[in-house]
């Protein structure tokens, strides 16, 4: 199995089912994790050295920070019903408690963070919502925290991909710190299937294929993008969900798209 496939694991005992860290992942600076807590059951965290963003996936939950409560949060029970979640951003050097009101599925993104903003909940409508691509490269994004909001070094946003589209398509990387044309970003994605039975492709490579990996992804699994391009393929009857995760030395997403198939632009 490719070392950038990482499959979920049963509960640990505080719900834990995905754990990435800079160290596991040989990178600086993305973590990212996912918890199915079951109705009622809590789960305390300190922020430490992280900024943390809570991604309701699916269920309710009241989070406690050290200084805020967000009550009776969350209203999605899946998130194939394409309505933007609730999420909580939280500081470093901070913690949270979370309750789960219902059955719950909650990714915890995670980056370096320097302390410059409070927390807060992140609704609905304040997530930002946009139709990309044309035909079969059509999609659906939902950005909860893109470079405009607030943030140290977080990047988060998510991805539904019709069954036999293509995303993150014509394929693009971020893998060199050369601003104003491009910035080096580490990724995790984060990938649902609907019916859950089924998988997509997500394709790995740079440009002299010393990266070259081809992955059969199924649900919940995550794919760490350390460098290259990544393209993500659905097939036919099976559509595609997948929560992003950025995070780099400068906030700023800027991509570079692979020059043998920037025609596809022009479709």
Known sequence: MSKLLIKPQNRDHEGKILHISPESANWQYVGFEVYSLKEGEELTKPTEKNEVCLVLLSGKADVHTDKETFSDIGERMSVFEKIPPYSVYIPNDDSY????????EMAVCLAPGKGNYPARLIMPEDVGQEDRGSGKMSRKIHNILPEQKEADSLLVVEVFTPDGN????????????????????????YHKINP???????????????LDETMSVEHRNVVLVPEGYHPVSAVAGYESYYLNVMAGPKRTWKFYNDPDHEWLFQK
């Open 97 to 104: 408690t979370v309750k789960a009101l219902t059955d719950l």
């Open 166 to 189: 293509t995303s993150s398509y014509p394929p693009h990387k971020h893998d060199e710190d050369r601003l104003p044309h491009e910035s080096y970003l580490e990724e995790t994605y």
């Open 196 to 210: 859950t039975q089924g998988f997509v492709f997500q394709r790995v490579y740079n440009d002299d294929r010393s």
